[in-house]
């Protein structure tokens, strides 16, 4: 993982700003301003790491576009990813209240732009704004209860099951077509859904010859959404 080498700039208006989250619309123009005057925009570049595992929990990160890894790792272990953010969320909120340190590390799956935001004036906002509140609150709970279910799913399925899993993920969640590239390699899928690369690699090409989809190397064309679905329901 390459270690990040972003650049940084004043950040634009924060009341004009088009890529605000939906906690940010809930904050009134006094809080807006705070907000500016507290928060820097960086840009990361893809395979550059933006927080690491362990380091002091100094900042929220809002991820205004790009695609995100959020992962473990744990010594000469192989790393797990936990989930792919996409924009419009905040990287560090499972680590806001519950230590000083972070307990994941983020890096850019494309290019990015985020936000930093000082914590203290993030955590100000949450005290004293409820509608703010109860958007990041939904945010936690939404993602918590979507990996809860992703982990409880891997351990009951077969790798044609995970895979395709993780096809229909990108397919309809991130990209929205049955047409897209992976922002993923081998090692990093079979990362997310706990297996080999060989076998990631060999259940893919099962799914070439089968005509279920076809595969340019990381290009995805989805051609039996269906038969797809059917083997995700069977696992």
């Keep these: 993982m390459r270690k990040s080498a972003f650049s940084t700039q004043l950040l634009r208006n924060c009341t004009l700003c088009s890529e605000k989250s939906c906690a940010a619309m809930a904050l009134g123009e006094d809080e807006l301003q705070l907000l500016e005057e507290n928060c820097s925009e960086g840009i990361f570049r893809k395979g550059e790491e933006i927080l690491s595992e362990g380091s002091l929990t100094s900042h929220i990160i809002y991820l205004q576009t790009g695609l995100v890894k959020e992962y473990i790792k744990s010594g000469d272990q192989p790393e797990c990813i936990v989930q792919i953010i996409q924009n419009h969320a905040y990287l560090g909120l499972p680590s806001l209240f519950g230590d000083r340190v972070n307990h994941y590390s983020y890096a850019a799956l494309t290019d990015v732009a985020v936000c930093f935001i000082d914590v203290a004036i993030f955590k100000q906002f949450i005290l004293d704004n409820g509608k703010f509140a109860f958007e990041i ?6 993602d918590s209860l979507t990996n809860y279910h992703r982990f409880i799913s891997q351990g009951q399925k077969k790798i044609y099951g995970k895979l395709a899993d993780t096809l229909l993920y990108f397919s309809k969640a991130i990209f929205r077509s049955n047409r897209f590239r992976l922002p993923l390699n081998r090692n990093e899928i079979s990362y997310l859904i706990g297996t080999s690369r060989e076998s990631v ?15 340019r190397r990381r290009e995805i064309i989805i051609n039996e959404p269906e038969k797809l679905e059917q083997i995700s329901r069977l696992g």
Excluded at 137 to 142: A, G, M
Excluded at 201 to 215: A, M, P
């Design 137 to 142: 609150l939904s945010t936690v709970s939404r």
């Design 201 to 215: 690699s060999k259940q893919l090409n099962s799914f070439v010859r089968d005509g279920i989809i076809s595969l």
